[in-house]
């Protein structure tokens, strides 16, 4: 999927992407921890694997990251965001769909500044299956009806 810059944020913010995530995609640095775990959730929904690898801290970035298009994101909730001095957490839940199977992944963030820039650092991921039934509301966050919005698809 390719961004285009007058869409919705897909961090959730409510902000036109290039008003939000998308500045940090094009260069500019992520002023707080969550800043650049919503814009790193951003570059997952489009395949930004540039851009995860650079925000990645180099003691814990992995040598490649290969596109995903088989994971369609759908979702982000910030439950916690915090720092201090120069190191940084972000406790979120995104959702995901892969086929018709829906996940959320769980994770609370480790974050480091360095040289100027905030960096992942690390988390402890936990995913967990999802099984929305048709008149549960929908996990997009949407607020419809699973099977009148995403159990369409």
């Avoid at 260069?27 to 800043?35: D, F, K, N, V």
Wanted: glycine share 10%; proline share 8%; with cysteine.
């Amino acid at each position: 999927m390719t961004p285009k810059e007058t869409t919705a944020c897909p961090c959730g913010s409510g902000r036109p992407l290039a008003d939000c995530c998308g500045r940090y995609h094009a260069g500019e640095p992520a002023p707080t921890p969550e800043a650049l775990m919503r814009s790193r959730y951003s570059a997952f929904v489009f395949d930004l694997t540039d851009y995860l690898l650079t925000t990645w801290h180099p003691s814990t970035r992995p040598a490649s990251l290969a596109p995903d298009a088989a994971t369609v994101w759908k979702r982000l909730e910030v439950l916690e965001s915090g720092e201090a001095g120069e190191r940084g957490w972000v406790q979120f839940r995104a959702t995901f769909r892969e086929g018709r199977r829906w996940s959320m992944l769980e994770e609370s963030s480790r974050f480091v500044h360095e040289a100027g820039c905030w960096c992942y650092l690390d988390g402890n991921p936990l995913v967990h299956r999802l099984k929305p039934g048709r008149n549960a509301p929908c996990p997009c966050g949407s607020g419809r009806k699973f099977k009148a919005c995403c159990g369409l698809a």
